[in-house]
């Protein structure tokens, strides 16, 4: 069982950056990653992905604001989040997740970001 432990989430004025990484306990080399988020009242969605083989998807939303990257050998996966904005704040999740016979996925426990108008 993979398990993902995020850091690097805080409190922010808009326009600032954060960095958030996600450190897996085993090698994520034949996984694919992403970062979800969920506000207050909100569904959790997809803010960004990045496959194995590092294709990347991002939400709309944060297109040209976000990058998502991993670094294998450190089994960490980053979101640099640049320009935010106050609708950026929710709880960030790690996520991971392969396929075999069916769909095998792990979740981190969350980290905040808050970003203030």
């Known amino acids: 069982q993979v398990q993902l432990v995020e850091s690097g989430g805080g409190l922010v004025q808009a326009g600032g950056s954060l960095r958030l990484s996600c450190a897996a306990s085993?090698?994520?080399?034949?996984?694919?990653m992403g970062w979800y988020r969920q506000a207050p009242g909100k569904q959790r969605e997809l803010v960004a992905g990045i496959t194995s083989g590092g294709s990347t998807v991002y939400a709309d939303s944060v297109k040209g604001r976000f990058t998502i990257s991993r670094d294998n050998a450190k089994n960490t996966v980053y979101l640099e989040m640049n320009s935010l904005k106050p609708e950026d704040t929710a709880v960030y999740y790690c996520?991971?997740?392969?396929?075999?016979?069916?769909?095998?996925?792990?979740w981190g426990q969350g980290t905040q970001v808050t970003v203030s108008s």
């Open positions: 085993e090698s994520i080399f034949s996984i694919n």
């Open positions: 996520n991971a997740h392969y396929y075999g016979t069916w769909k095998i996925e792990y």
